[in-house]
């Protein structure tokens, strides 16, 4: 029966499978509690839903089929084979299951991979996998969903449709609460010569998955990006910040074959490595000072840093954070079980931030598009049941006073729905034993970060991949599941095993992909690439990070920032707290630490942002004070080229072009011009391009 009613709908988040029902009568979502759901049939409403002596005038009959009011409309057809199967279930008495009846332990799509050209289609076939070994076709009551239908959509019945859009899709069947994707392709027309990819450059396994998907959809890529935009994206993206005239003088002066992958192991080495790149994962873990106090904040915020400043492995970082016990003022990654004080809290934020998987639905039901039930959620939080929290205030976390985070002797998480008591688990693989002198959050700690655990090194490789190319291979970043596979499985698999085997180093992480000719791709697309957003056949363009264009403003117009609550020349990627309060940073999409999870940011532009650097007041003082840039360019003997090639260069990492030059030379040469002026204006105008808010 629950297979019938997942398939129309019944047991579905919008109608009887929400968390209170509908119109009295609730089912579990999704069919993910069976007894709960024979039970509801049966004993409620007095025997309305289910008439034993009268089984032709039930409402479980009646309804579905129009024959009385029915809030969700009609959903059956009287003559079809759901409902006879409903009718003779009802008329055989309701058996509650067949004695010894084997279990449902997954489902399979065949197929699961398919090549499909322009407007074509393609029907797909649902297996169902028993406990006893035989199988089943269930595609008639299977549900279907497509990620990207304006690629390859599906229909009710389970057939693929494709359109004229080059592209992947990823589409979806769901039996029951078991699913099973499909991956669509659909290549763009003429076939390109497999000489094309073989001449491709492989400089790392990354261009060798990317160039073998490219073939697949017949995509070329796009040439090499010409030097300058190269050294001002990787400056950007390692570093925080965009090169000085100086260096890209020097970078672009350098006739050395192998100059770019001499730059970034020199970025890599640079302090402001670690600055930048602490300042992402602050983003995520740091508290609301409002919460916690200051100086827990301050303390959390260090122990980031301090970590990137060593290179610490990433399974380290996890491992400390995750059995953190102590002082919240001396040892700062406590201050995570300072700020999430429940079970149910470390639970969401643990496993969407070190495992991409997010657990949230499965705390009030079945995940929808997951294997996660309540039981998965409520035994993980078990591992934190025994954090114990001792404060020198009388209330330590309001009032900002010390606390000490120990693991205590006893404590234990409740299933809401049975009330039973909930061991510590973990999501998949073994679970080890638990001696009673044992920190559960030690043992959670290992399993996390586990080699065998591939969720752990996915996710990160994913949000270092996503830093640094702008389109994750699976989106949203923390998002890791079945029904949203990545865009090239392949290369996260691979990425992930890399990043294993060289000890959890990030560097290495962003050496390895910073260094690929893929990364080195330019961003202009050519006549086979220009629809593609998924493939990597160019690069992305990426707005800049709030503080990184903060931080690259005062740099390139020779000034500092003032921040409340931070030491002078402080700048904004080494505040501790978005509560510094900054008009510049929250229009360029600062974080609201309020929320939890923590989200990544978005870096789409806005209105507002463009509106800012037009009419900013900061951005007009950085530009015209007597002790900037311009001002000292104007006192120069300089000629007017040469000013505008310095301009060009420390804004955008390159030289003019003749005609660039030619019009901005201009510009000193008009009657009246007064030359400070004139470089203040043309810095001004600069700075408001596209070219310098975005990396290309």
Same mark, same amino acid.
């Given at each position: 029966?629950? =297979?019938?009613?997942?398939?129309?709908?019944?047991?579905? *988040?919008?109608?009887?499978?929400?968390?209170?029902?509908?119109? #009295?009568?609730? !089912?579990?979502?999704?069919?993910?509690?069976? +007894?709960?759901?024979?039970?509801?049939?049966?004993?409620?409403?007095?025997?309305?839903? !289910?008439?034993?002596?009268?089984?032709?005038?039930?409402?479980?009959?009646?309804?579905?089929?129009?024959? %009385?009011?029915? *809030?969700? #409309?009609?959903?059956?057809?009287?003559?079809?084979? $759901?409902?006879?199967? /409903?009718?003779?279930?009802?008329?055989?008495?309701?058996?509650?299951?067949?004695?010894?009846?084997?279990?449902?332990?997954?489902?399979? @799509?065949?197929?699961?991979?398919?090549?499909?050209?322009?407007?074509?289609?393609?029907? /797909?076939?649902?297996?169902?996998?028993?406990?006893?070994?035989?199988?089943?076709?269930?595609?008639?009551?299977?549900?279907?969903?497509?990620?990207?239908?304006?690629?390859?959509?599906?229909? $009710?019945?389970?057939?693929?449709?494709?359109?004229?859009?080059?592209?992947?899709?990823?589409?979806?069947?769901?039996?029951?609460?078991?699913?099973?994707?499909?991956?669509?392709?659909?290549?763009?027309?003429?076939?390109?010569?497999?000489?094309?990819?073989?001449?491709?450059?492989?400089?790392?396994?990354? +261009?060798?998955?990317?160039?073998?998907?490219l073939a697949r959809l017949r995509l070329t890529p796009s040439e090499p990006a010409p030097d300058h935009a190269f050294l001002r994206r990787v400056f950007i993206d390692v570093i925080g910040r965009a090169p000085t005239a100086d260096e890209a003088k020097q970078f672009l002066d350098d006739p050395s074959p192998n100059k770019r992958e001499a730059l970034v192991d020199q970025l890599l080495a640079q302090p402001d490595y670690a600055e930048h790149w602490a300042n992402k994962w602050a983003?995520?873990?740091?508290?609301?000072?409002?919460?916690?106090?200051?100086?827990?904040?301050?303390?959390?915020?260090?122990?980031?840093?301090?970590?990137?400043?060593?290179?610490?492995?990433?399974?380290?970082?996890?491992?400390?954070? @995750?059995?953190?016990?102590?002082?919240?003022?001396?040892?700062?990654?406590?201050?995570?079980?300072?700020?999430?004080?429940?079970?149910?809290?470390?639970? &969401?934020? %643990?496993?969407? !931030?070190?495992?991409?998987?997010?657990?949230?639905?499965?705390?009030?039901?079945?995940?929808?598009?997951?294997?996660?039930?309540?039981?998965?959620?409520?035994?993980?939080?078990?591992?934190?049941?025994?954090?114990?929290?001792?404060?020198?205030?009388?209330?330590?976390?309001?009032?900002?006073?010390?606390?000490?985070?120990?693991?205590?002797?006893?404590?234990?998480?409740?299933?809401?729905?049975?009330?039973?008591?909930?061991? =510590?688990? =973990?999501?998949?693989?073994?679970?080890?034993?638990?001696?009673?002198?044992? +920190?559960?959050?030690?043992?959670?700690?290992?399993?996390?970060?586990?080699?065998?655990?591939?969720?752990?090194?996915?996710?990160?490789?994913?949000? @270092?991949w996503t830093d640094l190319m702008e389109r994750g291979l699976v989106e949203p970043v923390d998002d890791l599941r079945a029904s949203n596979p990545p865009s090239n499985g392949p290369l996260l698999e691979a990425l992930a095993v890399d990043f294993c085997d060289n000890g959890y180093d990030i560097k290495k992480l962003i050496r390895r992909i910073t260094t690929s000719h893929v990364y080195g791709l330019s961003s202009v697309p050519n006549d086979r690439n220009s629809s593609d957003t998924?493939?990597?056949?160019?690069?992305?363009?990426?707005?800049?990070?709030?503080? %990184?264009?903060? +931080?690259?403003?005062?740099?390139?117009?020779?000034?500092?920032?003032?921040?409340?609550?931070?030491?002078?020349?402080?700048?904004?990627?080494?505040?501790? &707290?978005?509560?510094?309060?900054?008009?510049?940073?929250?229009?360029? #999409?600062?974080?609201?630490?309020?929320?939890?999870?923590?989200?990544?940011?978005?870096?789409?532009?806005?209105?507002?942002?463009?509106?800012?650097?037009?009419?900013?007041?900061?951005?007009?003082?950085?530009?015209? &004070?007597?002790?900037?840039?311009?001002?000292?360019?104007?006192?120069?003997?300089?000629?007017?080229?040469?000013?505008?090639?310095?301009?060009?260069?420390?804004?955008?990492?390159?030289?003019?072009?003749e005609v660039e030059s030619k019009t901005a030379v201009a510009l000193f040469e008009a009657e009246g011009a007064v030359r400070r002026q004139v470089i203040e204006d043309l810095m001004w105008a600069l700075l408001n391009t596209p070219e310098f808010v975005f990396k290309d």
């Amino acid at each position: 029966m629950q =297979p019938i009613f997942t398939k129309f709908g019944c047991n579905a *988040g919008a109608c009887h499978g929400k968390q209170r029902g509908q119109n #009295g009568f609730q !089912l579990s979502l999704l069919a993910f509690d069976p +007894d709960f759901d024979f039970d509801t049939l049966i004993k409620e409403s007095r025997g309305r839903r !289910l008439s034993p002596s009268q089984p032709e005038q039930s409402l479980l009959l009646l309804k579905p089929i129009g024959a %009385v009011p029915h *809030g969700g #409309g009609k959903r059956l057809d009287p003559n079809g084979a $759901d409902f006879a199967t /409903l009718r003779n279930w009802v008329l055989s008495g309701t058996p509650r299951a067949i004695a010894n009846a084997p279990k449902l332990e997954r489902i399979s @799509v065949e197929p699961s991979d398919a090549v499909l050209g322009a407007n074509s289609q393609k029907p /797909l076939k649902v297996i169902a996998h028993y406990s006893n070994g035989t199988t089943r076709e269930v595609t008639r009551l299977s549900q279907f969903q497509s990620n990207e239908a304006a690629i390859a959509a599906v229909n $009710d019945s389970g057939v693929i449709s494709t359109n004229t859009i080059t592209g992947e899709s990823a589409v979806m069947a769901r039996y029951m609460n078991m699913i099973a994707v499909c991956t669509v392709s659909m290549p763009l027309a003429n076939e390109v010569p497999k000489e094309v990819y073989d001449k491709l450059p492989r400089k790392n396994l990354i +261009d060798e998955q990317v160039w073998k998907k490219l073939a697949r959809l017949r995509l070329t890529p796009s040439e090499p990006a010409p030097d300058h935009a190269f050294l001002r994206r990787v400056f950007i993206d390692v570093i925080g910040r965009a090169p000085t005239a100086d260096e890209a003088k020097q970078f672009l002066d350098d006739p050395s074959p192998n100059k770019r992958e001499a730059l970034v192991d020199q970025l890599l080495a640079q302090p402001d490595y670690a600055e930048h790149w602490a300042n992402k994962w602050a983003d995520l873990l740091r508290p609301n000072p409002y919460h916690v106090g200051i100086k827990s904040v301050l303390n959390y915020d260090a122990w980031i840093r301090d970590a990137f400043r060593k290179n610490k492995p990433y399974d380290q970082f996890v491992r400390e954070l @995750v059995s953190a016990k102590g002082s919240t003022w001396r040892n700062g990654s406590t201050n995570m079980f300072r700020d999430k004080r429940q079970p149910e809290e470390l639970t &969401t934020i %643990v496993s969407q !931030l070190f495992l991409g998987i997010r657990l949230e639905c499965a705390k009030c039901h079945h995940h929808p598009f997951e294997k996660w039930a309540q039981d998965d959620f409520y035994s993980f939080a078990a591992y934190f049941s025994r954090i114990g929290r001792k404060g020198t205030g009388i209330s330590a976390p309001i009032s900002g006073s010390e606390e000490f985070v120990f693991t205590g002797k006893s404590g234990q998480v409740l299933h809401p729905g049975t009330q039973k008591v909930m061991e =510590p688990r =973990p999501l998949f693989g073994n679970s080890p034993a638990l001696p009673p002198e044992t +920190d559960p959050r030690d043992i959670l700690a290992a399993w996390i970060t586990s080699r065998d655990n591939s969720f752990f090194a996915q996710v990160m490789v994913n949000r @270092v991949w996503t830093d640094l190319m702008e389109r994750g291979l699976v989106e949203p970043v923390d998002d890791l599941r079945a029904s949203n596979p990545p865009s090239n499985g392949p290369l996260l698999e691979a990425l992930a095993v890399d990043f294993c085997d060289n000890g959890y180093d990030i560097k290495k992480l962003i050496r390895r992909i910073t260094t690929s000719h893929v990364y080195g791709l330019s961003s202009v697309p050519n006549d086979r690439n220009s629809s593609d957003t998924r493939n990597y056949s160019r690069h992305y363009r990426q707005r800049l990070r709030g503080e %990184v264009l903060l +931080d690259s403003i005062s740099q390139i117009t020779g000034t500092s920032d003032t921040f409340a609550a931070a030491a002078p020349g402080t700048r904004a990627k080494e505040l501790w &707290t978005v509560r510094i309060e900054s008009l510049f940073l929250d229009a360029f #999409g600062r974080p609201d630490e309020n929320q939890d999870p923590p989200c990544e940011r978005t870096s789409e532009p806005t209105v507002v942002q463009v509106l800012h650097l037009m009419n900013s007041e900061n951005l007009y003082s950085k530009v015209t &004070t007597d002790s900037g840039v311009a001002a000292q360019l104007a006192k120069t003997e300089l000629a007017p080229a040469a000013v505008v090639e310095s301009l060009y260069l420390s804004i955008y990492s390159r030289r003019p072009t003749e005609v660039e030059s030619k019009t901005a030379v201009a510009l000193f040469e008009a009657e009246g011009a007064v030359r400070r002026q004139v470089i203040e204006d043309l810095m001004w105008a600069l700075l408001n391009t596209p070219e310098f808010v975005f990396k290309d």
